[in-house]
């Protein structure tokens, strides 16, 4: 169980072991954001570099 949102960071990547249990938001104090690639032009060109998957 993972409840302690971050209210000023949402995210909907529930494959994080960050992501909130039953909220679109990260449970993290901070995060860092970069580019996904080398021509950063839109949403898609840039993602959260603090994402770790969930043990399964
Ligand atoms: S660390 Fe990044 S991907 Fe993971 S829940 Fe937080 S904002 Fe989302």
Redesign the pocket.
């Known amino acids: 169980m993972n409840d302690n949102k971050n209210n000023s ?1 949402g ?1 909907t ?1 529930e494959s ?5 249990t039953g909220s679109d938001y ?3 104090n901070a ?1 860092k954001v970069g580019a996904c690639n080398c021509n950063v032009n839109s949403v898609d060109a840039t993602c ?1 570099q ?3 998957a969930k043990a399964h």
């Not at 994080?16 to 909130?20: A, D, E, I, L, R």
């Open positions: 960071i995210c990547v994080c072991k960050y992501h909130c990260c449970t993290k995060i959260c603090s994402f770790e």
